[in-house]
């Protein structure tokens, strides 16, 4: 939109017999006047200069090129004009808004914070990024969603510049941020807002969402504390921190997918089961989670519900190579080499040269007779992110899988994947 309204516009000498002055305000003969074309016209005809056409150029170069070196002199050759424009000006772009002429409405909302800066106009500015940013989601156009959001916040920011500690600013930014999921960066702004804001209805609301945020924060907190606890090994310090978190977030899932974890490697399968279902009751269903059951079942020793569960977590998680390699093992051990044969493959598909999966071949071999020759490329529809962390995945958990055989007891199958975005 700038570039094709930029390429609009002509610029014309000062007409003779044109007078504008006021105050301190003169005509410059030496600067060149922008003229707005007609829609559909590439060149300027005589009988299409008016002081509306010139008006309308200026508009538009204050709106898209405030830094240029002759745009100061057109707000001041506009307010002498009409000083009441700004106001008329924010009418109309807020009608363009509401009809959803977003492109138009962003060059009137433009001109206006340009010619007469406000706390004011900037907040609307962003409300209209907002609002585009709206339609580009519901569009499913997530590029120009990112676009106009990132527009929405450099507003605010360019505020803060022009207007420092300006509380209404503020509390724009820190809803914002909010929103964004950014909520260190919303505290910070909410800790300004207090700082300057006056007392009333606002401030409570504000007080309110600080509240939020900072509770937000503190659960996030627990929630790392207690992954970090299960990565270092202590699994009861990792419980006590998932315990706390489900105290104040019953109705969260993450913190008993958490626990459940923790009590499964301690051995407490049926407390970890609890857990588990407990997830699926809130509404969550992942590959993790029905990964988990499926030891828990193995451990406490129903064999073929664990195996359903991995069927489960297979469906809803077709790129998680510890749930192929879980289900190849299993069917493997239980003598089903067709079903263990397929996820064999997929498993080799997931992981390449994967050691675990290698032993698995040797394995299979050795039990059929049959030899598995060259890759087999099967189509397998990927959710986004799957198995982003492969090589990660088996830092934790692998159980030892030896060169000439699977043991005949093992603890979690052959590993534990976790998507660690979900745990967050």
Same mark, same amino acid.
Request: glycine share 6%; with cysteine; net charge negative.
């Given at each position: 939109?700038?570039?094709?309204?930029?390429?609009?516009?002509?610029?014309?000498?000062?007409?003779?017999?044109?007078?504008?002055?006021?105050?301190?305000?003169?005509?410059?003969?030496?600067?060149?006047?922008?003229?707005?074309?007609?829609?559909?016209?590439?060149?300027?005809?005589?009988?299409?200069?008016?002081?509306?056409?010139?008006?309308?150029?200026?508009?538009?170069?204050?709106?898209?090129?405030?830094?240029?070196?002759?745009?100061?002199?057109?707000?001041?050759?506009?307010?002498?004009?009409?000083?009441?424009?700004?106001?008329?000006?924010?009418?109309?772009?807020?009608?363009?808004?509401?009809?959803?002429?977003?492109?138009?409405?962003?060059?009137?909302?433009?001109?206006?914070?340009?010619?007469?800066?406000?706390?004011?106009?900037?907040?609307?500015?962003?409300?209209?990024?907002?609002?585009?940013?709206?339609?580009?989601?519901?569009?499913?156009?997530?590029?120009?969603?990112?676009?106009?959001?990132?527009?929405?916040?450099?507003?605010?920011?360019?505020?803060?510049?022009?207007?420092?500690?300006?509380?209404?600013?503020?509390? @724009?930014?820190?809803?914002?941020?909010?929103?964004?999921?950014?909520?260190?960066?919303?505290?910070?702004?909410? @800790?300004?807002?207090?700082?300057?804001?006056?007392?009333?209805?606002?401030?409570? @609301?504000?007080?309110?969402?600080?509240?939020?945020?900072?509770?937000?924060?503190?659960?996030?907190?627990?929630?790392?504390?207690?992954?970090?606890?299960?990565?270092?090994?202590?699994?009861?310090?990792?419980?006590?921190?998932?315990?706390?978190?489900?105290?104040?977030?019953?109705?969260?899932?993450?913190?008993?997918?958490?626990?459940?974890?923790?009590?499964?490697?301690?051995?407490?399968?049926?407390?970890?089961?609890?857990?588990?279902?407990?997830?699926?009751?809130?509404?969550?269903?992942?590959?993790?989670?029905?990964?988990?059951?499926?030891?828990?079942?193995?451990?406490?020793?129903?064999?073929?519900?664990?195996?359903?569960?991995? @069927?489960?977590?297979?469906?809803?998680?077709?790129?998680?190579?510890?749930?192929?390699?879980?289900?190849?093992?299993?069917?493997?051990?239980?003598?089903?080499?067709?079903?263990?044969?397929?996820?064999?493959?997929?498993?080799?598909?997931?992981?390449?040269?994967?050691?675990?999966?290698?032993?698995?071949?040797?394995?299979?071999?050795?039990?059929?007779?049959?030899?598995?020759?060259?890759?087999?490329?099967?189509?397998?529809? %990927?959710?986004?992110?799957?198995?982003?962390?492969?090589?990660?995945?088996?830092?934790?958990?692998?159980?030892?899988?030896?060169?000439?055989?699977?043991?005949?007891?093992?603890?979690?199958?052959?590993?534990?994947?976790? %998507? %660690?975005?979900?745990?967050?």
């Amino acid at each position: 939109m700038k570039e094709e309204s930029l390429r609009a516009i002509q610029y014309i000498k000062v007409p003779k017999g044109m007078r504008v002055e006021s105050g301190g305000f003169r005509l410059d003969p030496d600067i060149m006047l922008p003229v707005q074309l007609k829609p559909g016209e590439t060149r300027l005809r005589s009988e299409d200069i008016s002081m509306e056409a010139i008006i309308s150029g200026m508009l538009t170069v204050i709106a898209y090129d405030e830094a240029g070196r002759n745009t100061q002199y057109y707000k001041d050759f506009v307010m002498t004009v009409d000083p009441t424009l700004p106001e008329e000006l924010n009418k109309a772009a807020i009608a363009k808004e509401q009809q959803k002429d977003y492109d138009f409405a962003e060059e009137l909302f433009l001109a206006v914070y340009h010619l007469l800066p406000q706390s004011a106009s900037c907040i609307n500015l962003t409300t209209l990024y907002s609002c585009m940013a709206v339609d580009a989601r519901d569009k499913n156009d997530g590029e120009k969603e990112d676009e106009y959001l990132l527009k929405a916040k450099h507003t605010l920011l360019d505020g803060l510049r022009r207007f420092g500690e300006n509380p209404e600013i503020l509390a @724009e930014i820190s809803s914002f941020e909010a929103y964004m999921g950014n909520l260190e960066d919303a505290r910070e702004y909410l @800790e300004r807002y207090m700082d300057v804001a006056e007392e009333g209805e606002k401030k409570q @609301e504000m007080k309110q969402l600080l509240s939020r945020v900072s509770l937000q924060i503190e659960n996030d907190e627990s929630i790392k504390e207690a992954y970090d606890f299960i990565m270092l090994g202590d699994n009861a310090k990792a419980i006590e921190s998932a315990a706390r978190f489900i105290a104040k977030n019953p109705s969260v899932w993450n913190g008993y997918f958490l626990r459940a974890w923790a009590l499964r490697k301690e051995g407490k399968y049926e407390d970890a089961r609890k857990d588990l279902m407990e997830c699926l009751k809130l509404g969550e269903r992942s590959g993790d989670i029905y990964n988990e059951l499926s030891i828990c079942e193995l451990e406490i020793g129903d064999r073929e519900l664990a195996k359903t569960y991995l @069927e489960t977590a297979a469906d809803l998680d077709p790129g998680n190579l510890t749930v192929s390699s879980n289900l190849s093992y299993l069917y493997l051990q239980d003598g089903q080499y067709d079903e263990a044969r397929e996820y064999l493959e997929k498993a080799r598909y997931l992981s390449g040269s994967d050691e675990i999966v290698g032993n698995l071949i040797k394995e299979y071999e050795k039990r059929t007779g049959e030899k598995i020759g060259e890759m087999i490329h099967e189509e397998i529809v %990927h959710s986004d992110g799957d198995n982003d962390d492969g090589d990660d995945a088996y830092e934790e958990e692998i159980a030892e899988i030896e060169k000439d055989g699977i043991p005949e007891e093992h603890e979690c199958c052959c590993g534990h994947h976790h %998507h %660690h975005e979900e745990e967050s």
